[in-house]
C-alpha cells in the first residue's frame, strides 16, 4: 500500500537529492506498509532504524553541500533537520520501550514534514545549486 507518492511537485531539480528524497518516502511508505499490515515489533524496528540512519545520511549530504559552496541558509536549514532527526530517534526509542505505537498520526507527521520540507525548504536552495553547476 502507497502511503506516499513522488510527484515532479517534490523535484528540487538535482538528481542526486531527488534520488535520496524518493528513497526517503520509500522508507516511509515501507514503514506505513508494515505498520498497516500490523507486522512484528522487530520488523517495524527494523524499518524505523533505517528510516533514521537514511534521514541521516541524506541530511549530511544535503549540509554538505550547503558548506561546500557557502548557502546562506545553511544554519536555518540544519536546524530544521536536526529537529526532524531528533523527533525520529525520540519515536524510534519510544517505540523500541513500548511507550509509542507506530500509528497514523506518527505516519501523518513523517508524511507532512517530509512533503513540507521538501515543498518549501529543499526547493528554496534548488536554485542556488543549479546556479553553481550541481544538477
Not at 532504524?49 to 550547503?66: C, G, I, P, R, W
Not at 536536526?82 to 530517534?89: A, D, I, N, R, S
Amino acid at each position: 500500500m502507497v502511503f506516499m507518492t513522488w510527484s515532479g511537485y517534490l523535484s528540487v531539480g538535482i538528481e542526486q537529492i531527488d534520488t535520496q528524497h524518493k528513497h526517503l518516502i520509500d522508507l516511509i511508505n515501507a514503514l506505513y506498509d508494515a505498520m498497516s499490515k500490523g507486522q512484528g515489533k522487530a520488523a517495524m524496528e527494523n524499518t524505523l532504524d533505517e528510516l533514521a540512519k537514511y534521514t541521516v545520511e541524506h541530511f549530511s549530504a544535503e549540509e554538505s553541500l550547503m558548506q561546500k559552496y557557502g548557502y546562506s541558509g545553511y544554519q536555518t536549514h540544519k536546524a530544521e533537520h536536526e529537529t526532524f532527526v531528533q523527533k525520529v530517534v525520540d519515536f524510534k526509542k519510544g517505540f523500541e520501550a513500548g511507550k509509542i505505537l507506530l500509528s497514523i498520526e506518527v505516519m501523518n507527521f513523517l508524511r507532512d514534514w517530509t512533503v513540507n520540507h521538501i515543498a518549501d525548504t529543499d526547493k528554496a536552495y534548488s536554485q542556488f545549486f543549479i546556479s553553481k553547476g550541481i544538477k
